[in-house]
């Protein structure tokens, strides 16, 4: 079993940056798989980003690659997801999920201002 909580979410203006951080409990963490999705209103759930077991490989989506670095920290169980340069479609509930056994947190809301 596997908890996870995001934070760091908040309201932000077009141009800045926003770190958000998925802490997690249970004992796969380290061994699994990380990933970041998003949903805007009206939107179906999307990826953003993805880091492997030991952080060595990552995938981003297109609309965010070079803009958000996603990284992990197993010391800490915990994974990030820096975002800079953000935009007002970037602007939706953020959920952190565990490919292994595909656990998922409650989300935590950006918002990014015009």
């Known amino acids: 079993q596997v908890q996870l909580v995001e934070s760091g979410g908040g309201l932000v203006q077009a141009g800045g940056s926003l770190r958000l951080s998925c802490a997690a409990s249970?004992?796969?963490?380290?061994?699994?798989?990380m990933r970041w999705f998003r949903q805007a209103p009206g939107k179906e759930r999307e990826f953003v980003a993805r880091?492997?077991?030991?952080?060595?490989?990552?995938q981003y989506a297109m609309s965010v690659k070079g803009r958000f670095t996603i990284f992990r920290n197993n010391a800490k169980n915990t994974v990030y997801l820096q975002m800079n340069s953000l935009k007002p479609e970037d602007t939706a509930v953020y959920y952190c999920n565990a490919a292994e056994g595909n656990y998922w947190g409650q989300g935590t809301q950006v918002t990014v201002s015009s």
């Open positions: 880091v492997s077991w030991s952080g060595s490989s990552l």
């Open positions: 249970g004992r796969t963490f380290s061994s699994s798989a």
